[in-house]
């Protein structure tokens, strides 16, 4: 899954895209790795960092120019990347290793390699950049039933202390996470049960977990939990006046999403997307959603072959219009 939205500012992490500021003076891939963290300053430059899940490496592209200029070379089935807030680093969760790459900002040479307890998908740092949070999910590597593959009995969030660069505990969650967020004011984690087939996972549960956790980040322990199914997937989440956190907007099951009130854990109904014509519907349904920065309207993906992105006013009320190819990177500033 790849989420893809847009910020102005600071470099802000997603799911296998990173929006970040380098130098403009970047006209290489030579010059982009030793570049790419020197000149913050001045004119700074909006720069893509995009994982390669089939390849063996992250690139950099320059979104004015459509063009690679840089490269982070050896990374194989890269999932989730994030950043340091000071572009000192880059973290990227590779599958294959079932590690966190710590990549240096300057040199974008990989420095350290992290073990995790299992699989690793996104990649989430606190807002203080203390901590970093990986959602593990299933490792598929159980063979005593080949040539049917199963999982391990493992999944769940790990917490690395990004000062020691260690992991220093693992929250478990039997069956695994895949879609995972923290709060706008850092103070939680929100994460939804992966979606798998509990009879070919053999991985020590019973039924599928259709379930959205959210952990207290002081303590690293769950603090409440509400049920949806199919598991949330993806999520965006919303904030009040004051910094704390408001919703949480879940993709589940079909073109649409609910909405869970954080301080009542009430969960709506389902708000439908506008409805296409089945040809051009996708059977995953809507797969991606955002919030605006000024947190007035949401933005999210249906998985379809032509229309890609609606908006939705602040009342999240069903109505919304297809937004062009050009348009969707104007998500704050042309809002029916």
Same mark, same amino acid.
């Given at each position: 899954?790849?989420?893809?939205?847009?910020?102005?500012?600071?470099?802000?992490?997603?799911?296998?895209?990173?929006?970040?500021?380098? +130098?403009?003076?970047?006209?290489?891939?030579?010059?982009?790795?030793?570049?790419?963290?020197?000149?913050?300053?001045?004119?700074?430059?909006?720069?893509?960092?995009?994982?390669?899940?089939?390849?063996?490496? !992250?690139?950099?592209?320059?979104?004015?120019?459509?063009?690679?200029?840089?490269?982070?070379? /050896?990374?194989?089935?890269?999932?989730?990347?994030?950043?340091?807030?000071?572009?000192?680093?880059?973290?990227?969760?590779?599958?294959?290793?079932?590690?966190?790459?710590?990549?240096?900002?300057?040199?974008?040479?990989?420095?350290?390699?992290?073990?995790?307890? /299992? +699989?690793?998908?996104?990649?989430?740092?606190?807002?203080?950049?203390?901590?970093?949070?990986?959602?593990?999910?299933?490792?598929?590597?159980?063979?005593?039933?080949?040539?049917?593959?199963?999982?391990?009995?493992?999944?769940?969030?790990?917490?690395?202390? !990004?000062?020691?660069?260690?992991?220093?505990?693992?929250?478990?969650?039997?069956?695994?996470?895949?879609? $995972?967020?923290?709060?706008?004011?850092?103070?939680?984690?929100?994460?939804?049960?992966?979606?798998?087939?509990?009879?070919?996972?053999?991985?020590?549960?019973?039924?599928?977990?259709?379930?959205?956790?959210?952990?207290?980040?002081?303590?690293?322990?769950?603090?409440?939990?509400? +049920? $949806?199914?199919?598991?949330?997937?993806?999520?965006?989440?919303?904030?009040?006046?004051?910094? +704390?956190?408001?919703?949480?907007?879940?993709?589940?099951?079909?073109?649409?999403?609910?909405?869970?009130?954080?301080?009542?854990?009430?969960?709506?109904?389902?708000?439908?997307?506008?409805?296409?014509?089945?040809?051009?519907?996708?059977?995953?349904?809507?797969?991606?959603?955002?919030?605006?920065?000024?947190?007035?309207?949401?933005?999210?993906?249906?998985?379809?072959?032509?229309?890609?992105?609606?908006?939705?006013?602040?009342?999240?009320?069903?109505?919304?219009?297809?937004?062009?190819?050009?348009?969707?990177?104007?998500?704050?500033?042309?809002?029916?």
């Amino acid at each position: 899954m790849t989420n893809n939205q847009v910020f102005r500012g600071a470099l802000t992490a997603l799911t296998g895209i990173l929006l970040c500021t380098v +130098s403009p003076s970047l006209l290489a891939a030579q010059e982009a790795n030793a570049a790419v963290y020197a000149a913050m300053k001045g004119n700074p430059k909006l720069r893509l960092v995009q994982t390669n899940f089939a390849g063996d490496a !992250v690139s950099i592209i320059d979104p004015a120019t459509n063009k690679v200029v840089g490269e982070i070379p /050896g990374i194989e089935m890269a999932h989730g990347i994030s950043v340091a807030k000071d572009n000192s680093r880059i973290y990227v969760a590779q599958e294959s290793t079932a590690s966190l790459l710590v990549v240096d900002g300057k040199t974008l040479q990989i420095t350290k390699q992290i073990p995790l307890s /299992g +699989s690793p998908n996104l990649v989430q740092p606190t807002p203080d950049g203390k901590t970093i949070y990986v959602s593990i999910n299933l490792r598929w590597n159980v063979v005593s039933n080949f040539p049917q593959l199963q999982a391990q009995p493992s999944g769940g969030i790990d917490v690395v202390d !990004v000062a020691s660069l260690e992991k220093i505990k693992t929250i478990s969650i039997p069956g695994g996470i895949h879609d $995972m967020y923290v709060t706008p004011d850092g103070k939680y984690v929100v994460a939804g049960a992966n979606r798998n087939e509990i009879p070919a996972c053999k991985c020590g549960i019973s039924e599928p977990g259709n379930v959205g956790y959210v952990i207290d980040a002081k303590n690293n322990e769950i603090a409440w939990t509400w +049920s $949806m199914k199919p598991a949330p997937s993806p999520m965006a989440i919303s904030k009040k006046p004051d910094g +704390s956190t408001d919703k949480i907007y879940a993709q589940g099951e079909g073109h649409g999403f609910r909405v869970i009130d954080f301080d009542t854990h009430v969960v709506s109904s389902l708000i439908k997307l506008p409805d296409i014509a089945p040809a051009l519907q996708n059977r995953g349904g809507s797969h991606g959603i955002g919030i605006t920065s000024d947190q007035k309207n949401t933005a999210g993906q249906q998985r379809e072959k032509q229309c890609r992105l609606r908006v939705f006013a602040a009342g999240l009320e069903a109505a919304g219009r297809c937004l062009s190819q050009r348009e969707r990177c104007k998500l704050a500033d042309d809002q029916p």
